[in-house]
């Protein structure tokens, strides 16, 4: 249900994309379910999505993550490299792409699995903050309600924000006070 509903949501999507160049990342909590997503994808969404071009973006080390699989250093380049040059347009991604890698190009971002924490649903929406040409991307949590998903992605919700508060009340701070830090 979660991969037709993503399904759905990328209908939406790359409906309203006339030039043919939106690109965007769907993130998911394991390598095995990218590789999942990315089959799915390119299975049953290519007679509705024919724009789709994915591509899987995870990590190389040998965490915990049994049966997924691995991506070598050069291979992680090349697909983000396909991705700002249009070649792939989608990137079903860990959490390896949310922290610190510069991403260009991407209009939208979706999560498929709950935010494991505040700080995964800030960085992954981050990435949707930071949209192609200075502009916002979309950022769409995809869950099903009334699960255990709804509410850990509400909880999220609740931390990010109690963070976004204390940080711009921190920062107040240091302009009345007159120090700044960076």
Do not use: W
Request: some cysteine; aromatic content about 4%.
């Amino acid at each position: 249900p979660k991969l037709a509903a993503l399904t759905n949501a990328l209908e939406q999507v790359l409906s309203k994309d006339e030039l043919g160049d939106v690109r965007g990342i769907v993130f998911v909590t394991t390598r095995a379910a990218a590789q999942r997503t990315l089959l799915y994808l390119r299975r049953n969404a290519a007679s509705t999505l024919p724009s789709l071009k994915p591509a899987i973006y995870v990590g190389h080390g040998k965490g915990g993550d049994q049966g997924g699989v691995r991506m070598s250093n050069a291979a992680q380049n090349k697909t983000l490299v396909d991705f700002e040059q249009g070649k792939t347009n989608l990137l079903v991604a860990t959490s390896v792409l949310e922290e610190g890698l510069d991403v260009r190009g991407c209009d939208f971002v979706m999560r498929l699995d709950s935010c494991r924490s505040a700080r995964s649903y800030l960085q992954s929406g981050g990435r949707a903050a930071r949209g192609r040409d200075g502009g916002n991307a979309r950022f769409v949590v995809v869950y099903a309600e009334g699960t255990v998903e709804e509410t850990a992605l509400k909880r999220s919700r609740q931390q990010a924000k109690m963070h976004t508060l204390l940080l711009e009340q921190k920062r107040q701070d240091q302009l009345s006070s007159g120090t700044q830090t960076t």
